[in-house]
């Protein structure tokens, strides 16, 4: 309002005409307490009518308004009879009747073929969808420290990689004491970084380095100290930062794909990681939605159920996909489908895990299945709105997943529940590293 005096007043010298009207209340309270704003109200026209009498001549009085309410079954265009003759759709219905359609025929088109021929269609089409997921040029370091005391029986080492010009990227390495050697060396990606790893699955990452192996924790661009912000929310910056990259035909998740194969490009490099070695162990620290939640909540109010973060299975898939020396896959509370987002009117995804026109290529299972005879072992996955799945939901939907690993069942694990001490529990995993 005072912009507008300015311009219209000053500027303009226009003062005698600009006006205004408001409600009272807030949106969150009570019709009997607040005017809201889904329609201009008695309390609003109070303060128009003198406008418009001093602007145009006309003269309405409160009085003189037409006022009849009408009941809400008087206003209902359709009707119970034409529903049954019409027979609408929701538009859950529609979008998920197209997303089937756009799966069936990715599977048609990936169907007979061999195994690279496979992998090699899947990488096009996600390359396509994700936009550049190639490093632009080999990483750089930046920094990098060691401390002066082992932590637990492990050397912790702190560096920064530059993925891309203005890039950086911070890691932390957690390795044997007494290694000898190349060894096998796990790279976890989440969300919430390394300090969710760390605060969330300490004794689990000791675990992997008591076996010998080498534990690699990235910040990928976005995420763990990286990040904007705390919120994940539809108004976060963390979402008006996906949006924007979108935008310019790339998507966040593509570029924290293009942040994590640099990391593997400088962990080729070094000379305790043996390059043939590298499993990627993607997670998620949400805590799933109960059963019996109630999703019938508008949005910022108290009680919006818990948003599910896929991005450290979405990585773990995608990588193995992109890179054939990654020797096994681990994923736990990740997403269980694309497709099921599709279906109900809540989305519990966030912006940066969504992949516009993702099902083109398949769903999340055909992903997992290009990547036989790799051990893969998905646990806990949750469903689009972050509720743990039942096995028997898990092997519904992975079924085409199954099928891929026909030849070598044994290196695809499917867990309802989550294991104690992740990689080093998939016994699978463990015989092939």
Known sequence: WKRYQQVWGQFYNAADKIGFAHGYGTLREQASQASHCTNIGRVHRRMIHPLFERWFGIQVAESDEYSHPRKPEELVCLTEKARGELRPKSLTEVMSAIGLERIDAARRRLAGKADAERRQLLRDDWSRLLGPVTPVAPPVIKRTSLDDQPVAGAKVERLVLEAEPGIWVPVVVLSPV???????????????????????????????????????????????????????????????????????????????????????????????????????????????????????????????????????????????????????????????????????????????????????????????????????????????????????????AYAPAVQAYAATPQALSLEETRSSSAVADCAESRRAL
Not at 225 to 231: I, L, V
């Open 178 to 396: 007494k290694a000898t050697g190349r060894a096998l060396a796990v790279v976890g990606v989440a969300q919430a970084g390394k300090a969710g790893f760390v605060q969330q699955r300490g004794p689990e990452l000791l675990t992997l380095v008591q076996h010998g192996a080498i534990v690699v924790l990235p910040d990928l661009r976005g995420t763990g100290e990286s990040r904007t912000g705390s919120s994940r929310g539809r108004d976060s910056g963390a979402t008006n930062l996906s949006v924007r990259v979108q935008l310019f035909g790339e998507t966040l998740l593509g570029q924290r794909l293009r942040d994590l194969r640099s990391v593997l490009v400088y962990l080729r490099e070094r000379r305790d990681v043996d390059p043939q070695r590298i499993a990627l162990w993607g997670d998620s620290f949400a805590p799933p939605n109960p059963a019996d939640t109630d999703f019938q909540i508008p949005h910022g109010v108290d009680g919006w159920p818990q948003e599910s973060e896929p991005l450290g299975g979405l990585l773990a898939l995608l990588g193995a996909l992109f890179e054939d020396e990654i020797r096994a896959v681990y994923v736990a509370g990740g997403l269980n489908e694309y497709h099921a987002v599709l279906t109900h009117f809540a989305v519990l995804i966030p912006h940066d895990g969504s992949v516009p026109g993702a099902l083109t290529a398949g769903d999340l299972c055909d992903l997992a299945g290009s990547l036989t005879p790799k051990p893969v072992c998905l646990e806990a996955l949750v469903d689009h709105l972050n509720r743990t799945v039942s096995a028997a939901e898990m092997l519904r």
